[in-house]
Nanobody, 128 residues
Framework: QVQLVESGGGLVTTGGSLRLSCTASGRTFMYYAMGWFRQAPGKEREFVASVSRGGGPTNYADSVKDRFTISRDNAERTVSLQMNNLKPEDTGVYYC?????????????????????WGQGTQVTVSS
């Protein structure tokens, strides 16, 4: 089992940056592919980015491509999301999630059901 705790959310103005971090408990972190999702008020949870368990292949939603960067440190059991050039539409609760991995370079899809473990979320608010 993996427990995930997010941090780093906050309030930022348009064009600003934030770095989210997710720390995992348990020694099995390195066997999971990791992802970030977000949920705005009144909307469904949506995929943001994912990274393979080896840290190589990554995938991004079109809306955040070239602005966000996902990375992981297996030794520290952390996964991070660097968010640059933030926009008001990036506002929401950001969740870290872990998916059972089927290979070191394997990436899960963008569906929430592909992820087994979830953190409690961290709020990101981008003001215009």
């Amino acid at each position: 089992q993996v427990q995930l705790v997010e941090s780093g959310g906050g309030l930022v103005t348009t064009g600003g940056s934030l770095r989210l971090s997710c720390t995992a408990s348990g020694r099995t972190f390195m066997y999971y592919a990791m992802g970030w999702f977000r949920q705005a008020p009144g909307k469904e949870r949506e995929f943001v980015a994912s990274v393979s368990r080896g840290g190589g292949p990554t995938n991004y939603a079109d809306s955040v491509k070239d602005r966000f960067t996902i990375s992981r440190d297996n030794a520290e059991r952390t996964v991070s999301l660097q968010m640059n050039n933030l926009k008001p539409e990036d506002t929401g609760v950001y969740y870290c999630a872990a998916a059972t991995s089927y290979g070191i370079n394997w990436l899960p899809g963008s569906g929430v059901r592909e992820y087994r473990y979830w953190g409690q979320g961290t709020q990101v608010t981008v003001s215009s």
